[in-house]
């Protein structure tokens, strides 16, 4: 009896713990709702080279820094097959202006070109190991899997993009569509705690 009882708290600790991506690691499929209304899963992306994620959000000052540089990003490389797919997980209980309608707004403003998606359980955050925002995860598509290319920040100079003068996304990312080793593989993510459900 003690072992079986033993046997069924085991199970519960092990089904309750969670580990983030590391780099190599497979990342499993998602799907979240676009700002558009539409559901938009990894898998969606099977025929590209990979996807660039990026978890983001409306009201952090770096994010705002980083906006122009995230759609700068999808422009470059979208073409090339690693689009990016922006994720907001802020719990918008706690950052109203992270509310689906707010995420419609500022992608309608910003004319984005790729998708916004809400992670409302945020789930999908907490299986990358996202912990700001903004906070990159590089994709590479080997076979049928996403695996984990390169995870940290867009680049080293948050106030002023032409500043930057080490581009870690743009680096990897052309690492990889060269076949070559990324040189930087992580980084620090700079940016604002994710604003986690009661917390």
Not at 67 to 87: C, E, M, S, W
Not at 141 to 151: L, N, P, Q, R, S
Request: hydrophobic share 40%; aromatic share 10%; proline share 5%.
């Amino acid at each position: 009896m003690k072992f079986w009882v033993m046997l069924i708290c085991a199970s519960v600790l092990f089904a309750g713990s969670t580990t983030s991506y590391q780099l190599g690691d497979s990342v499993s499929d998602f799907k979240l709702k676009n700002v558009d209304g539409k559901m938009v899963s990894l898998s969606d992306y099977k025929s590209g080279k990979g996807v660039i994620v990026i978890f983001d959000c409306n009201t952090c000052p770096y994010s705002r820094a980083y906006n122009d540089r995230i759609i700068g990003l999808n422009r470059k490389y979208a073409t090339q097959g690693f689009p990016v797919v922006a994720i907001n997980p802020n719990d918008p209980a706690q950052s109203p202006g992270d509310s689906f309608d707010e995420m419609a707004a500022v992608a309608k403003k910003k004319h984005y070109d790729f998708p916004y998606l809400q992670d409302i359980s945020q789930e999908v955050a907490r299986a990358f190991g996202a912990s700001n925002t903004p906070h990159v995860f590089v994709l590479k598509k080997e076979g049928t899997d996403f695996k984990v290319a390169y995870i940290g920040t867009i680049d080293n100079n948050t106030r002023d993009a032409a500043a930057a003068d080490k581009k870690y996304v743009e680096e990897a990312v052309n690492a990889l569509l060269e076949n070559k080793p990324v040189a930087t593989p992580k980084t620090k993510a700079i940016g604002c705690g994710i604003r986690w459900k009661n917390s």
